[in-house]
């Protein structure tokens, strides 16, 4: 597996929305996402707030990334207990702002494979996870992100989305220092 780096370049890039944006933070919003899932593969929430209004909204997404984090300060008390749910298994991983490590797209493959729903706490950010979280998983997942201070992001998996966003990937290739 590969390391990813985010160049200066891709940054204004990668704000830009990939799916169906979802004016709003709240529960509000969590709740008009769910009303147009359309029973998908596997659930994917990327962040700390859409992961805590979705579950408060009464959906457990199969995989959750989250860091504790709201832009770029930490999340309150409110949302890191909220972002815990009873029947998520918790594994740790570490991945360093502006990458997505080896260890990040392992642990995403291994939740995907699991029958429980899986929470991926990130030491370090999580905010590029939806890149490898679409690309890895199966066609008719959907992968819901938040864009701060716009909404949230539902990116409903096809094949031509796949490899929208696998040509991004292959722009982030991390450079071999010398």
């Given amino acids: 597996m590969k390391k990813y780096c985010l160049p200066k370049e891709l940054r204004d890039e990668l704000r830009k929305s990939y799916g169906e944006l979802f004016s709003g933070d709240g529960v509000e919003t969590a709740r008009n996402i769910i009303k147009s899932l359309n029973n998908p593969g596997k ?11 979705l579950i408060e909204a009464g959906l457990v997404p199969n995989i959750s990334l989250v860091d504790h ?9 409110k949302i890191m207990h909220g972002t815990k749910h009873p029947r998520f298994r918790t594994v740790m991983v570490e991945n360093p702002p502006g990458t997505i490590t080896e260890g990040l797209l392992q642990e995403i493959s291994k939740a995907l494979l699991s029958d429980n729903p899986v929470r991926i706490f990130v030491k370090g950010e999580e905010d590029l996870a939806a890149l490898p979280a679409i690309t890895m998983s199966p066609v008719s997942s959907v992968v819901i992100y938040g864009l701060p201070d716009e909404g949230a992001v539902l990116v409903r998996v096809t094949e031509q989305k796949k490899k929208e966003i696998q040509s991004l990937l292959d722009k982030m290739e991390c450079k071999e220092e010398k």
Avoid: E, H, L, M
């Avoid at 659930?43 to 209004?53: L, P, Y």
């Fill in 43 to 53: 659930i994917i929430s990327v962040g700390d707030i859409v992961t805590f209004n």
């Fill in 69 to 77: 984090r709201t832009k770029r300060v930490q999340a309150s008390d």
